[in-house]
């Protein structure tokens, strides 16, 4: 069956390109496991797990479902504006337990976003506490993504996202992200290099006027972007130094998509705040939540003191009894186990999409990679008509030809990203990669030789 675009509007497309006679709109209506199913019955690997979310795939839905409806049957809702709901307590107890984040109080949301903004505003709230109100800017890092949303866009270091809509809400400077392709230094001079630079800019700031450091444990944008062994010690004594708030968002990188509950698990560090969304439910309702340390959250505990902000389906009960559930499944069902086991299968593999010349760099970690294309085989960029072309003419339809859902990305350089359900098994990781690597083949024949025959 052909469905169309109708009425509704994208996001974060271009709109227009769909209407009849334009390209087709991929129209998905069915999962099971890590496969979904498009209106016309053609079956692709969601190498993307729906943008990050469905750690699960798409065969828990009526597990989920019973634990939905034994909700809606008992309680449909009640907010957590000065009210509360056990399954909300119960999830806050039980979510908290899984982050390093100490005496971890929780606050939920609707999304990353929120979450985002959320921290932004309770760690305004504790500065404000303790007698420094001069405490107004952030820092973040280039090319990185934190929201869309007014307050979560300023933090966004992705310039073409932001230009359009104003002055920031957040006065917030960006600094180098953790590339380690575009740079020629070792990993231990890339880690001192950075620190340095973030030391610079927090004195050149001044320390006393930052209030939070922003950072994703791997960053998504850029293509998995993944830390100098030592570089989360090093953010996590500079902002301790300074009395600067250290936020991990962990939208993409919590919920097990690095093999452990939480990304800053992994790298032996306990921020401030983890901002988490996604795949608290495994995509099966939204929810997002801010899990803030005790110490953080203290002066919202004082007598008196209230937290200035809410969002009215933050903590609904039936997204957390499905989030509850979702952390029974990923206990019984091995999900972290899964992830630990699978990495290094599904590394070797993509380390073997470097032998393509439009590859130029693999990197990533847990089910979460990237390839960067290159013109030549090394580090050649594409310049932008190139990019138009490969990114937004040539690969979307070849990866849905070659049955995978993938997302070709040039918020940074030209990369493609898979981060595929943490329940594949290593044959399903094998169809992801195979089916990637078939698509930047004929990427590689289409664009690159078309480019030189042109050039000849
Ligand atoms: N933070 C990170 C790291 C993200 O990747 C995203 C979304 O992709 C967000 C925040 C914003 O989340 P949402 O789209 O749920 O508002």
Redesign the pocket.
């Known amino acids: 069956m052909e469905v169309e675009q109708g009425s509704l509007l994208l996001h974060f497309a271009r709109n227009g390109d769909y209407r009849a006679g334009g390209s087709d709109l991929l129209v998905l209506e069915r999962g099971e496991g890590p496969y979904v199913f498009d209106t016309r019955g053609r079956r692709y690997i969601d190498g993307l797990s729906s943008?990050?979310c469905a750690q699960l795939g798409y065969s828990y839905g009526s597990q989920l479902a019973e634990a939905a409806t034994a909700q809606m049957e008992r309680l449909a809702f009640n907010t957590n504006w000065a009210t509360a709901t056990p399954v909300a307590v119960q999830l806050a107890e039980r979510l908290g337990e899984l982050t390093p984040v100490e005496g971890a109080k929780v606050f939920f949301t609707c999304?990353?976003?929120?979450?985002?903004e959320a921290a932004w505003k309770i760690a305004r709230q504790y500065h404000l506490a303790n007698g420094e109100p001069q405490r107004t800017k952030a820092i973040a890092r280039d090319i990185?993504?934190?929201?869309?949303?007014l307050g979560?866009l300023a933090l966004t270091g992705v310039e073409r996202f932001k230009s359009s809509f104003g002055p920031p809400a957040i006065p917030t400077r960006h600094v180098s992200n953790t590339n380690s392709f575009r740079s020629d230094l070792c990993e231990e001079e890339l880690r001192k290099k950075l620190l340095l630079e973030l030391e610079a800019v927090i004195e050149e700031e001044g320390p006393e006027t930052i209030a939070v450091l922003i950072a994703?444990p791997v960053q998504?944008?850029g293509g998995c972007l993944v830390p100098p062994t030592g570089y989360w010690q090093g953010l996590r004594e500079l902002t301790s130094r300074h009395g600067i708030l250290l936020v991990a968002?962990?939208?993409?990188?919590g919920m097990g998509r690095l093999g452990t509950w939480f990304a800053c698990e992994r790298f032996g560090v306990a921020p401030d705040m983890i901002?988490s969304?996604?795949g608290l439910t495994s995509a099966h309702a939204?929810m997002?939540a801010v899990f803030v340390s005790e110490r953080v959250a203290a002066p919202l505990y004082e007598r008196g003191a209230s937290l200035l902000h809410g969002v009215t389906f933050g903590g609904h009960p039936v997204a957390a009894a499905i989030a509850l559930r979702n952390v029974e499944l990923f206990e019984s069902e091995r999900v972290l186990e899964n992830v630990r086991e699978l990495e290094g299968h599904l590394e070797r593999r993509m380390r073997e999409l470097l032998e393509l010349p439009i590859v130029g760099d693999v990197r990533g970690a847990g089910f979460f990679w990237a390839a960067e294309l290159v013109k030549d085989g090394e580090r050649e960029r594409f310049d932008a008509e190139e990019r138009e072309r490969l990114l937004r003419g040539f690969l979307p339809g070849a990866l849905l030809d070659a049955g995978i859902i993938a997302r070709a990305d040039d918020r940074g350089d030209s990369v493609v990203q898979i981060a595929p359900p943490l329940i594949c098994d290593a044959a399903q990781l094998d169809e992801v990669v195979d089916s990637l690597g078939a698509a930047l083949g004929a990427a590689g024949e289409a664009v690159i030789e078309a480019g030189s025959r042109s050039r000849s």
């Open positions: 943008l990050f999304g990353g976003s929120e979450s985002v990185s993504y934190h929201g869309v949303t979560a994703e998504n944008a968002d962990e939208v993409i990188t901002t969304a996604k939204p997002g």
